[in-house]
């Protein structure tokens, strides 16, 4: 079965920039997305279709894909940005797939 | 607004079969949405468990497609999933959401809050 890759775990502090990477075999021709979840909530769209914010999402949150990686990066990162993040993205036979998931950590 | 609220029983006996239904508030089901559930087993991550179009057409994960059952009513605005002989590995936090479609692609774009079910011995 298809699947995405992530660091299960990145640590950054306030201000800095975090980058959690998803690698995934199917990534050159398919779209990445990425989700973030705060303890106990549902998840939240952050980026859609590798690079697009949906609307209010702060600017600081941005997507680039690149070959089999994809990318999330948080420029200037703030406490308020703690969460689990996962990347998304479907397979040739249209499954949805999502990633382990990667701790964020801001302090 | 769109909203999605999951209900159903927090308490399944194993070997029973779970059912949960998501009522859609601000958008219909009967359009070009897909709408689909995903489930997270405490401390760990989301796993897709299937998605339904208003059509009927259907697509589950193939880890749980034997057990897996996903429904549509429009007339009530809703849909709802049943998943057959669970076990305690079925214990899970399930949301449901919509679908937007992107090409081919399709991506999840509203939750709903969702509902811990656990399974019993």
């Known amino acids: 079965s298809y699947e995405l890759t992530q660091p299960p775990s990145v640590s950054v502090s306030p201000g800095q920039t975090a980058r959690i990477t998803c690698s995934g075999d199917a990534l050159p021709k398919k779209y990445a997305y990425w989700y973030q979840q705060k303890s106990g909530q549902a998840p939240v769209l952050v980026i859609h279709e590798d690079s697009k914010r949906p609307s209010g999402i702060p600017e600081r949150f941005s997507g680039a894909s690149s070959g089999t990686l994809a990318t999330l990066t948080i420029s200037g990162a703030q406490v308020d940005d703690e969460a689990d993040y996962y990347c998304?993205?479907?397979?040739?036979?249209?499954?949805?797939?999502f990633g382990g998931g990667t701790k964020l950590t801001v302090l | 607004q769109v909203q999605l609220q999951e209900s159903g029983p927090g308490l399944v006996k194993s070997a029973e079969t779970l059912s949960l239904t998501c009522t859609v508030s601000g958008s219909s089901i009967n359009s070009a949405y897909f709408w689909g559930w995903i489930r997270q087993p405490p401390g760990k991550g989301l796993e897709w468990i299937g998605s339904?179009?208003?059509?009927?057409?259907?697509y589950y994960n193939p880890s749980l497609k034997s057990r897996v059952a996903i429904s549509v009513d429009t007339s009530k605005n809703l849909f709802s999933l049943k998943l057959s002989s669970v076990t305690a590995a079925d214990t899970a936090v399930y949301y449901c959401a919509r679908e937007v479609g992107v090409g081919l692609e399709k991506y999840f774009d509203y939750w709903g809050q969702g509902s811990l079910v656990s399974v019993s011995s």
């Open positions: 339904i179009h208003q059509s009927e057409n259907t």
């Open positions: 998304y993205s479907t397979d040739s036979s249209d499954n949805r797939v």
